[in-house]
Nanobody, 126 residues
Framework: QVQLVESGGGLVQPGGSLRLSCAAS????????MAWYRQAPGKQRELVAG???????NYADSVQGRFTISSDNDEKRVYLQMNSLKPEDTAVYYC????????????????????WGQGTPVTVSS
């Protein structure tokens, strides 16, 4: 019902930058919030940054001042600009969307969903 496709990951040297993008599609009724999470090898998945439909943002302390989350609500896209990357930023980055969706038509009902993308790897290494 809802699909998320991420792009923009890759290999970058310390101090470099990357921009991640996530596009949502499907029978989306309304998007409440979008976020980026990451999971490093052997560690739990953690919230990196989030943004509400109203534009309020929050960041993990470890990325504050280096990463910027933004969204285009009309295009149903969320971005993560990552600057001054460090080796400890190496992880698989996942897009997350808190949304409502419908099947066929909204008149038949609206359902809540916490959707996840397939993940895009980011490696910061010299």
């Amino acid at each position: 019902q809802v699909q998320l496709v991420e792009s923009g990951g890759g290999l970058v040297q310390p101090g470099g930058s990357l921009r991640l993008s996530c596009a949502a599609s499907g029978s989306i009724f309304e998007i409440n919030a979008m976020a980026w999470y990451r999971q490093a090898p052997g560690k739990q998945r953690e919230l990196v940054a989030g943004i509400t439909s109203g534009g309020n943002t929050n960041y993990a302390d470890s990325v504050q001042g280096r990463f910027t989350i933004s969204s285009d609500n009309d295009e149903k896209r969320v971005y993560l600009q990552m600057n001054s990357l460090k080796p400890e930023d190496t992880a698989v980055y996942y897009c997350n969307v808190n949304t409502t969706y419908y099947i066929g038509s909204p008149v038949f009902g609206i359902y809540a969903l916490d959707a996840w993308g397939q993940g895009t790897p980011v490696t910061v290494s010299s």
